[in-house]
């Protein structure tokens, strides 16, 4: 989890037990603690604190040097400092502000609220309650974005560097005086374009410092709440890692902490795993292809390597192959849409006989878009030791695991104490964030393997520039920071910091019902005109008609040796329910094109 560090001067803890019931449910992780002067027994925090965390920095005086990597420059590197400075600790705020610390002042009355302003809070409140509610915090994980809520509108405030605009956000200077409304209270829309495009020096003129909601490009009908955190400026460009920053207004350390989730959630030690979070699964497969072509590559003396992929991959395999030039075999697939291992090793055999130096980039499919269906890694994986490394050859393997890669750690397919890099020589794993995990910010995560991203990206071997002071080796340049807060919270709210004990009930329920839906649909059909992969939460069956595929979103499926049959598809998540898939058996049994495949 996420470190924030809280800064809690002399306290006014009893009016606040709620942060302490949840530093004690262990829902926040507070690593660093800093309790000024205050050292009284019996103080709640300190104890709450002392029992549930590991490092207390506790020193009476000038407690921030104590805080790692709370320099000037590294507090901005790693900012999700929270400083909670409560009413008479002058030099607190001002110690906190000036260390790159989101601040926020807690006072009783106007008089401190005003003075802790003055000191340089970046906002203040009455209560720590009220901080938690003047933000919408419901889960004590949440603190930790109030750094970027708060601190980073500060930093829109005083930027002039970097080029960037920030035309959607600019405020109090620039911001403009709300138009002049018409009798019936509707604002003159035209009339407010004209003011704008006379120049921002005029409009100057006609600003009020009154930190409303007035901006130059108004956003509120899209949902977005001033001073909200959709509405600061986030930018994760680069490599989530790099040390190397130019770009204060960014949510790496959110970043790197989904990382460490998914480390956590595969059993991977965080040591042994890397990752940044893309623009979605095909983002995550072309860069996996990228970095793998260009590894093996290097590791064969300049040999292009030989992607094998199974006919029914999604198509962002084979237009990453054609962005990157990667020549590539198709294999065939099983009824269930799962590689053909018999055909794989054919195909590794001639490989051998013909080109025995090619190296191999297998890439895997765990859950195919269209059945769900899981390729047998570890058969693939013999084959590919028995026919590659053991004849002198290479091979990487990179799985999509678009949809099933939040469920593969729960479902475990391939067995338990399973490590995809140490025991199928898996490099990369490209996961969606928008499809099990149902993230409304279309994201996903690349994992991958540390020990090959060092051996890729070796700095003297790939001689990579740092001319801009940015090694980035993300396929994108600028990335979305906001969409890294969205997943972030996604993976949080399921317990994935924790135990994943939410996400593993949404597994059972999931599973629960694709069995009743197989049930359901076997006694109308029957099981020999369904498809239906182990482990898979898709089950296809006789399409019904056009008007029922659109009612339901069913997904319109095809299989290469059934063109017999057209196929129909569902994916039963956390959306459906019992009685969502008993009302869509009765329209099925009713449907006049379903009607004519009925037992
Ligand atoms: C959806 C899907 C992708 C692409 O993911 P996006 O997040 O839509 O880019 C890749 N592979 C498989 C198997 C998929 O189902």
Known sequence: MRE????????????????????????????????????????????????????????????????????????????????????DSTRGVTRAH???MCVIGIGSNEIELNRLMSQGAHAVAKSISDVLQMFKIHNYYQVQYLPYA????????????????????????????????DDDGIADIDQELDDLSISLDQ??????????????IPREVLGIEPG???????????????????????????????????????????????????????????????????YLKRKSGGRDPIILTSNLSHYSVSKACQQLCIEGRLISTLPDGSMNCEELERTLISISESEPERPILMQVNIGTTMTGAIDDLPAIHSLLVKH??????????????????????????????????????????????????????????LLACSEFLEECFNQQEVGVKYLTGLHDITPSGSRSGFNVLSFHNTLCGLYCHTDARRLKDVVAHCIRNTDYFVERMSELVGEEKMIHPLFSLQVCFPRPSE?????????????????????????????????????????????????????
């Open 150 to 181: 708060i601190y980073l509108r500060d930093i829109v405030n005083r930027k002039v560097g970097y080029p960037v605009s920030l035309l959607d956000t600019l405020r109090g200077r620039f911001m403009i005086v709300p138009p002049e409304t």
């Open 98 to 100: 000036s260390s790159g």
């Open 4 to 87: 924030v560090a809280v800064f809690i001067a002399p306290c006014l803890y009893d009016s606040n037990k709620s942060f302490v019931s949840g530093l004690q449910k262990n829902e926040i992780s507070v690593t660093r603690f800093d309790v000024y002067a205050d050292k009284k027994e019996g103080n709640p925090y300190l104890e709450a604190v002392k029992k549930h965390n590991k490092i207390v920095a506790e020193s009476p005086e000038g407690g921030f040097s104590q805080f790692k990597g709370c320099s000037n420059h590294d507090a901005i590197e790693d900012y999700n400092f929270l400083c909670i400075a409560i009413e």
């Open 388 to 445: 590659v490394s053991n004849r002198g050859g290479i091979f990487t393997v990179h799985m999509d695991a678009a949809l099933t890669g939040a469920i593969l750690p729960i479902i475990k397919p391939f067995g338990d104490n399973i490590n995809y890099f140490r025991d199928f020589n898996v490099k990369t794993i490209a996961i969606s964030g928008h499809k099990f995990f149902g993230s409304v910010c279309i994201c996903g995560v």
């Open 203 to 216: 409009s100057e003129r006609k600003v009020e410092l009154n930190n409303g909601a007035n901006r130059i």
């Open 228 to 294: 909200s955190l959709a509405d600061v400026y986030i930018n994760n460009v680069g490599w989530p890692q790099d040390k190397i920053n130019n770009i204060h207004f960014n949510s790496r350390g959110l970043e790197m902490d989904c990382i460490r989730m998914f480390a956590k959630l595969y059993e991977i030690s965080y040591d042994e795993m890397r990752g940044f979070l893309t623009s979605g699964g095909t983002e995550g497969n072309f860069c996996g292809l990228w970095w793998q072509r260009d």
């Open 547 to 599: 008007k029922m595929m659109q009612k339901y979103s069913l997904m319109p499926v095809t299989m290469p040796d059934r063109d017999d049959v057209e196929f129909a598809g569902v994916c039963i998540l956390i959306n459906v329910d019992k009685t969502r898939i008993d009302e869509f058996m009765v329209d099925y049994k009713k449907d006049e094109v379903a009607k004519t495949f009925l037992k």
